[in-house]
């Protein structure tokens, strides 16, 4: 298990407990759960990189602890 801290640069920050072998799907998934926000609107971001939500935390090299950008569509 790793946890993921995504900030939405509006004063929340969420951390979400995840599998490495989790998609970036599975993880909007749980984030729209903390935050009452349906999971097609919430992109997540590293810098420019828009993450995709077929590919798996794993193949973006994401670790634990380590911070996401969070953006409400």
Known sequence: MIEVVCNDRLGKKIRVKCNPDDTIGDLK????A?????AEKIRLQKWY???KDHITLEDYEIKD???LELYYN
């Open 29 to 32: 998934k749980l984030i729209a």
């Open 65 to 67: 602890g380590m911070g």
């Open 34 to 38: 903390q935050t009452g926000t349906r």
């Open 49 to 51: 990189n828009i993450f």
